[in-house]
């Protein structure tokens, strides 16, 4: 399907389950690889919100073979660059490299995201820096003022409306045994899709990845995967800021669904630049707001339409019948 979607795509499976999906451009003189776990905040334990993205911090704290210093040192070396993130439904790490340094960059993916130290000592630190990282998080009303938003999006306190980045009572007291238990029951092969694009070819990447994880046994990965539904009504959340952030939530299409580029046609017209209906209507020729979008976001059995603007409480009422 891939190859006859993009010229020089391709797409191959290891015997462990291990995906491998590349893409060919002969011009290119890098290469762009990642590592892909299906694995997000949506999957953290109820009780454990952040978990995911707690891990995802820790891998870079050093393996069994690499300190901290060394895993960045190596990417550095070869003019690269090396970094991760946390989504709701999945975790990747990637690295930038020039094409020579295609080799290194797979030996330290392959390294961090399959023999993490889990040092008791990083793992105090990063949590220092997890905990400072919600503090700036919260302090940025927009940022803050999604998270509001989305927990209240799902009904029942769907998985989805955790924040990634968990809260700061359940970042102190979860321990790394339960972080380690979580790389060792989602961080396997078959729940896992290594992505190459650039200066690379088929035969030699697809052999490349495998020589770094075929050494992984094949298992079965299991995923909770309820669909939720959209919980309809107004929220209000007070706050000592100058603005009104405020988000409106629709129905929207999953990751995997028909109509997601007509959605994503309409979503440009609607809110998604300078020349958009909403842009013009509410900032261009009544100066109501700096910032008004709209977007799409997408997992694999739901979906939603959200709109955004940030007002002055006074005009709260017109935006909200504009849009």
Request: overall charge negative.
């Amino acid at each position: 399907m891939i190859e006859s979607l993009y010229p020089g795509a391709f797409r191959a499976t290891l015997e462990n389950g291990l995906t491998v999906i590349g893409e060919e451009v002969p011009s290119s003189l890098s290469v762009s690889v990642g590592v892909w776990i299906r694995v997000g905040s949506r999957d953290d334990p109820p009780d454990r919100p952040g978990l995911a993205h707690f891990l995802e911090h820790l891998l870079f704290k050093g393996t069994k073979r690499r300190d901290a210093a060394r895993i960045s040192e190596e990417i550095d070396a070869v003019g690269g660059y090396i970094n991760g993130a946390t989504g709701k439904e999945s975790t990747f790490y990637y690295a930038d490299v020039p094409a020579d340094g295609l080799p290194v960059a797979i030996d330290v993916l392959s390294d961090l995201v399959q023999h993490p130290a889990f040092d008791p000592a990083e793992v105090e630190k990063e949590r220092g820096v997890i905990l400072e990282e919600i503090r700036a998080h919260d302090d940025d009303p927009d940022q803050y003022g999604y998270d509001l938003f989305v927990s209240n999006l799902w009904k029942d306190s769907h998985p989805l409306s955790r924040p990634v980045l968990g809260t700061q009572a359940t970042i102190r007291d979860v321990d790394v045994e339960e972080i380690a238990a979580f790389h060792r029951r989602y961080y396997r092969p078959a729940n896992m899709v290594v992505v190459g694009c650039g200066a690379l070819n088929r035969e030699g990447f697809v052999e490349l990845v495998a020589r770094h994880f075929s050494a992984a046994p094949a298992e079965s990965v299991s995923l909770d995967r309820t669909p939720p539904q959209l919980n309809p009504g107004r929220n209000r959340h007070p706050r000592e800021i100058g603005q009104v952030q405020l988000y409106f939530g629709l129905p929207g299409s999953t990751a995997g669904a028909e109509d997601r580029f007509p959605l994503e046609i309409v979503n440009t017209v609607l809110g998604g630049g300078m020349s958009s209906r909403l842009f013009r209507l509410i900032r261009e020729e009544r100066g109501l707001a700096y910032a008004v979008t709209s977007s799409v976001v997408r997992y694999s059995d739901a979906g939603a339409w959200i709109i955004y603007a940030g007002t002055a409480p006074k005009n709260v009422g017109t935006v909200t019948d504009i849009t």
